[in-house]
């Protein structure tokens, strides 16, 4: 057996075999010129040229999107950039940036307690704790052999009405002040229930017409009458009987505490907080001809002290005890129904009519109503708009007609002399 070669190796066809390069080349059937010189279409150049690497190859494939896929490819760009955006602005920028220091909070100070209340009767000022807890009315006499009388300079609201005869009666209501003498006291009418009970006020006086004094009894008033409370009236022996019986407000204040009495409903008029003089004087006199000369009443205004001073019978009305000119801040005229019952007096309280009222030298004038017996007089003027009374003490008087009313303004004042040179 012969040996064979190590290698064996396939026969080679020399004639297909480039001896120089050593390099197998394709033979591609050959192009006529005319195919040469065409350009290819843009998909053969696509098809055929060769792959694009990066952005290059990135724009080429966005370039060949439709419209459609282009506005889908962006909206789901902008989804994720504004996911983004509140993904680092809610977790990962509150995690590196601290939060802002809390606002302080600056508490306000609470308003001032107030250190003051107003009166019922007066609406004036007085210290928390100093107002009155008791109010108090008392029956007056007027007829020339009780002049001049007491306490009425001193009391805070004072009506008056004609009682018989023409014969007027005044009923003296206190809260504040508490004057040692009051009086000469007298019998109460039925219309002066109408007057004081709005105060809710004990009411003092000496008897009464029968239709008072059941009509005090009946329906529950404070009843403080002379003769059943003898201790608290006196007889003065500078007078005869009946013009001679005389009380303390002071006194009967303590009485009123020992009985339990307190003021829990109290009404006074509507009040401003303060008065408003001023130097248009409108109402400089007020002239009241309610029956005879001896009880033609004039009030005169004071500029200085913006109050009214009280004339009567032709004299200045003078307080007996303190020897002082009744002056008031506010005085109200009310025009009112009026006719007797035998000898007593009947007026319609609770009803309305013409109001006058009298404040800062100047005259309002309006109606006034009163819708029952507790409840006080309003006053309204002719736009229906309320009238407000000045704080301070008051002087009703209840006259029958707008004739026994008369009102004198003060004179203009005399135009100044030129100072123009001829």
Known sequence: MSNMPDDIRPVVDKAQ???????????????????????????????????????KRLARWY??????????????????????????????????????PPVPVVKEAPPPKPTTELTCITGEEVPIGKRSPQTTGIMVENSPAARPQSGL???????????????????????????????????????????FAPYDAGIAHAGGSGQALAEISNFGYKDIEAFQNPGYFRRSSSRAAPHNLYTSRKDLYFLQKDKGWKTKKCEGF??????????LISAKTINLNISSANYSVRWKYDKNS????????????????????????????LVMKHHYAGIYSVYKVNASGRAYIFQ???????KWSKKSRRKQFIFKDNKGKAI????GNTWVNIIRDKSELSVVAAPKPKPRPSNTSQ
């Open 17 to 55: 075999t480039n001896t120089s390069q050593n390099k197998i080349t394709p033979t591609l059937p050959a192009q006529s010129a005319q195919e040469a010189q065409q350009p290819q279409s843009v998909d053969s150049q696509h098809l055929l040229s060769t792959p694009k690497k990066g952005w």
């Open 63 to 100: 370039h060949f999107l439709s419209k459609r896929q282009k506005i889908v490819l962006w909206s789901i760009l902008a989804g994720l950039l504004i996911s983004s955006v509140l993904i680092w602005a809610l977790f990962i920028r509150a995690e590196e940036e601290p939060p802002p």
């Open 153 to 195: 300079y001193q009391a805070e609201v004072v009506y008056e009405a004609i009682a018989e005869g023409g014969i007027t009666r005044f009923l003296a209501i206190f809260e504040q002040n508490r004057p040692a003498t009051v009086g000469p006291v007298r019998s109460l009418r039925p219309y002066y229930i109408d007057f």
């Open 270 to 279: 509507d009040r401003r907080q303060k008065e408003n003089p001023s130097d």
């Open 306 to 333: 913006n109050s009214y001073l009280r004339y009567m019978a032709g004299i200045a009305h003078i307080d007996g005890t303190i020897n002082k000119q009744i002056r008031r801040k506010v005085v109200v005229i």
């Open 360 to 366: 800062n030298g100047k005259l309002l004038q309006g």
């Open 388 to 391: 407000k009374l000045n704080p």
